[in-house]
């Protein structure tokens, strides 16, 4: 079975600054996705970022970019330039690139985080 | 191309009752995730649905159950309410071609319920 461990259940970070959330992870699958997830206040799950494990860059998406490592199971978010709007959950997610019967996609616990003006 | 829609928004019922929570998946997906999520937690996989079939189920109680639909809509079914079902119910689809995970999960809005 999979899981995902998210270390900071807080954090704040000023306007405009940059933080990195921490996202680690146990599997025996060699391929697999990889996902941060935002979930704010209104409760729609949105993709932040996705990253699939055959690659080895790290993927970016605008001020979102991955520190993805693979041996050590690590996949963390940092998020640059943090604006007001970044204020939400940030989930974590883990899933079987060849899904099996049973759960596929695990999420982490969360980490709340807070954009501070 | 239409999105993940899930319907009541809201619902309040009482324990005992029995409710049916429903969601049509993204234009092009087969493959529908039913999540539990209570306040302040992360998501709990409550089963999935694939080409109509069950292909995966959580920690749940046969109280909650499922079906997916030829056009890969699904509801989700539990019976017996108790109060800690109280949550926000969420689905997500997929799609998955030739045994293999195409994309990530797209989440619907969620139905807010509330057992009293």
């Known amino acids: ?117 | 191309e239409t999105g993940v829609t899930q319907s009541p928004t809201h619902l309040i019922k009482t324990r005992g009752q029995q409710v049916t929570l429903r969601c049509s998946s993204q234009s092009g997906h087969n493959t529908v995730s039913w999540y539990q999520q209570a306040l302040g937690q992360g998501p709990q996989f409550i089963f999935q649905y694939y080409r109509e079939e069950e292909n995966g189920r959580g920690n749940f109680p046969p109280r909650f159950s499922g079906l997916q639909f030829p056009n890969y809509s699904s509801e989700l079914n539990v019976n017996a309410l108790e109060l800690d079902d109280s949550a926000l119910y969420l689905c997500a689809s997929s799609l998955r071609i030739g045994g293999v995970s195409y994309n990530e999960q797209f989440f619907g809005p969620g139905t807010r319920l509330t057992v009293l």
Not at chain 1, 1 to 16: D, F, I, K, L
Not at chain 1, 28 to 36: C, D, G, Q, R, V
Not at chain 1, 48 to 69: C, H, L
């Open chain 1, 1 to 117: 079975a999979q899981t995902v461990t998210q270390s900071q259940p807080e954090m704040s970070v000023q306007e405009a600054e940059t933080v990195t959330l921490s996202c680690t992870y146990d599997t025996s699958e060699n391929n697999y996705y990889l996902f941060w997830y935002k979930q704010p206040p209104s409760r729609q799950m949105i993709l932040v970022i996705r990253q699939e494990a055959y690659k080895q860059q790290n993927a970016t998406e605008n001020r979102f970019s991955v520190n993805f490592q693979k041996a050590a199971k690590s996949f963390s978010l940092k998020i640059s330039d943090s604006q007001l709007g970044d204020t939400a959950m940030y989930f974590c997610a883990f899933m079987k690139l060849q899904p099996s019967y049973g759960q596929n996609f695990v999420f982490g616990p969360g980490t709340r985080l807070s954009v501070l003006p």
